[in-house]
């Protein structure tokens, strides 16, 4: 797809919710660039600076590497395309983000993929193991939400978000991963190290017996990278950092 395909809407929004697109479709050239993505059958969303109850989604049936600010798509929680989209969007991308947006006023985006290594520990009736320090950094902020088929039934919504609760990461079993954030890159580095984690897992389970770490290890693990990510100038200079990598190696996003 040519960037140029769709006109910039830049001067049709406000500066805080272009930065949020520009944003945004760094996050999905991210998940491109980690060969995360499932063509166009998972779904980021970031919620739209301001009061009114909007969030930015991907347009339905562009490829992850396509996605740019302005070919973004704004809904509000009922599903509605508001201006200045031109596209459509899934029905189940909408049903899984919109709950957890309406649910959870701290989530400013929500990142839910089906990666090949996430699926996999999603199918283990254990879920994630405490077998690496990668797992450990986010163990204890792992969900779980059972099996229920394609995301499109609204009455879905309520068990989900409970089953979140609180918590910043969810392993949705049979079907793949989720993480939640206040800032772009608490989103990306969390759904990162559970990714990595999962990774880890299935090539250590095809190698012989596991050592598993008890809990006062998986909370003194957690803690202490809860410390670091939590630092919001950490969060800057971090998401800074990763925004020149995807201008340097997929650029166009910002158009």
């Known amino acids: 797809m040519d960037d140029q395909a769709t006109p910039s809407v830049k001067d049709q929004v406000t500066a805080e919710e272009w930065k949020a697109r520009c944003d945004l479709a760094a996050l999905y050239r991210l998940v491109h660039m980690h060969g995360w993505d499932d063509l166009f059958f998972t779904h980021i969303s970031m919620r739209v600076p301001g009061p ?5 989604l991907n347009p339905f049936g562009l490829l992850y590497e396509d996605v740019t600010a302005s070919n973004l798509v704004k809904v509000d929680l009922q599903g ?22 309406e649910a959870r006023s701290d989530v400013k985006v929500a990142m839910h993929l089906h990666s090949d290594q996430g699926v996999a520990v999603a199918a283990q009736k254990r879920g994630l193991l405490p077998i690496s320090q990668l797992a ?10 059972d099996y229920e088929g394609i995301a499109l039934e609204s009455e879905e919504k309520v068990r989900l978000v409970n089953d979140l609760g609180e918590k910043n990461l969810m392993i949705l079993r049979n079907h793949g991963t989720l993480s939640v954030g206040d800032h772009p890159f608490s989103a990306y580095v969390r759904i990162y190290l559970l990714e990595r984690a999962c990774k880890i897992q299935l090539m250590a389970q095809a190698g012989g017996d596991l050592i598993e770490w008890d809990q006062p290890m998986r909370d003194r693990v957690f803690g202490q ?8 100038f950490f969060k800057e200079i971090a998401w800074a950092a990763i925004l020149d990598r995807v201008r340097r190696e997929s650029p166009g996003f910002e158009a």
Do not use: K
């Open 80 to 101: 509605n395309v508001l201006p200045p989209s031109t596209y459509g969007i899934n029905p189940a991308g909408f049903t899984i983000h919109s709950a957890i947006h």
């Open 52 to 56: 009114d109850e909007h969030f930015l």
């Open 225 to 232: 990278s809860s410390e670091i990510a939590g630092n919001e």
């Open 136 to 145: 450990m950094n986010v163990y204890n902020d792992v969900a779980y939400h």
